[in-house]
């Protein structure tokens, strides 16, 4: 069987709305490594999108599954509930940043968690609008859409967006927008066009994902806070892609000296099964009436399981030093090559959530071809990297923290040869 047979089968079958960065069918993986149905070997630094932190078939994550799998797949938690459920919740909820008593409710996906957390912010606080930034990624549902600061592709030709969803610019130094001009921009907004007493949330990522890796700086989230408490707004943190170790905190608030009122999170919690939380304060996660969250497969015993593993694994193998210890190296990397790589305007990211902006030399406007080029290059050499960023222009690089050191090596050895073709056209 070749790539190319089920490519050809994959048009024939599979919507195309359904978008894929390659068309390499994978057969198995294991750590960082994947090996698709022709036999070949790649490196992988795109992680399912920052979902196997703790690397493709981890020996502890798999175990924990294969022992559940033997127990039971599916009672739903809200028909005949499970101990571990309970045991995961208790340790998100300790987890989580946040100095007050805290409530945790799972459900499968990223989407399904942030559209359950603006559920219960309108709830708790009787309020109908959300703010979101410019450039953010909150999911597909038409809420997660809503609330996305991006319109090509999620939005676009969908219709109408859900009403009473407001953004704002978000801080990017290299394109010119300071907190101050976000903060302008939502004090504006409060004064022309919102009242703030109708505000049930404001959401952000810590760091954006889709949006270009731009971390947050404190000094926005410090105002937000504020701005939140002399309001009686909900503030909510998108942790789906930075959460579980990945920042080089188990949650990339914990770098901030600020804690947001609700946490959502998927993505590296369970280690490649769908399961998804939100995690807040006891008296918000309250609001809603028994029935009004939850849902049929949320909460999913193999994914509970899972999860519960990824945190031991966390823990034991101290995959916060980890991450923190490969991004060091991979920003070294990164910097070692701006001598011969003038296209390179920005490198940035906490952790091991790094990313490299590439521009043009001579104008300093993004240059998504370039970038591509980058991406097809590694690609051609068996380097699986994810571009990102409103302009296409930005590459992310988001490795299993489990990475071995001889294939990170071999990585950033691809990774400049990768960009030096690229450099030639």
Not at 11 to 21: K, L, N, Q, Y
Not at 49 to 77: D, S, W, Y
Not at 114 to 143: L, Q, S, Y
Request: glycine residues 10%; contains cysteine; charged residues 20%.
């Amino acid at each position: 069987m070749l790539n190319a047979e089920v490519a050809k089968r994959k048009d024939e079958a599979i919507s195309r709305g359904v978008g894929m960065m390659t068309q390499i069918y994978a057969e198995r993986a294991l750590n960082s490594e994947v090996w698709d149905i022709e036999g070949n070997r790649y490196i992988d630094f795109a992680a399912g999108i920052a979902v196997v932190n703790t690397g493709h078939c981890h020996p502890k994550v798999m175990a924990a599954v294969t022992e559940q799998l033997g127990r039971f797949t599916h009672t739903c938690h809200q028909v005949m509930p499970y101990e571990p459920y309970v045991r995961l919740a208790e340790r998100l909820n300790a987890a989580v940043p946040g100095d007050f008593p805290k409530k945790t409710v799972f459900v499968t996906t990223g989407a399904e968690a942030v559209e359950n957390a603006i559920k219960v912010a309108r709830i708790a606080t009787g309020r109908p609008a959300i703010v979101a930034f410019g450039g953010a990624f909150h999911g597909r549902t038409f809420m997660g859409m809503s609330l996305t600061g991006k319109v090509e592709p999620y939005k676009k030709g969908f219709g109408a967006m859900m009403p009473d969803v407001y953004h704002v610019p978000f801080p990017q130094d290299i394109h010119g927008i300071s907190t101050a001009d976000a903060m302008s921009a939502l004090n504006k907004l409060f004064k022309s066009d919102l009242d703030p007493g109708r505000v049930a949330a404001i959401i952000f990522e810590p760091v954006q994902g889709e949006g270009g890796f731009y971390p947050a700086p404190p000094e926005l989230l410090r105002e937000l806070r504020a701005l939140c408490d002399t309001h009686g707004i909900v503030m909510v943190a998108d942790e789906v892609q930075t959460g579980f170790a990945r920042t080089g905190n188990m949650f990339a608030m914990d770098g901030y000296d600020v804690a947001a009122d609700i946490t959502t999170m998927a993505k590296g919690l369970a280690g490649g099964l769908p399961l998804a939380a939100v995690t807040g304060r006891a008296d918000l996660m309250d609001a809603a009436q028994p029935g009004g969250l939850g849902g049929t497969y949320a909460g999913n015993p193999l994914g509970v399981a899972a999860a519960n593993a990824v945190l031991d694994v966390i823990a034991e193998e101290r995959l916060c030093d980890r991450a923190n210890e490969l991004g060091s190296r991979l920003r070294q990397k990164l910097e070692s090559m701006r001598t011969t790589t003038p296209e390179i305007m920005d490198i940035r990211g906490p952790g091991f959530m790094v990313a490299v902006e590439f521009g043009n030399p001579a104008t300093k406007a993004p240059d998504a071809d370039f970038t591509n080029r980058v991406r097809l290059e590694a690609l051609k050499r068996n380097l699986i990297l994810l571009t990102c960023g409103v302009y296409g222009n930005v590459v992310r690089f988001l490795a299993p923290i489990t990475i071995p050191d001889d294939h990170f090596a071999e990585a950033m050895d691809i990774l400049e040869e990768a960009v030096a073709a690229a450099r030639k056209g």
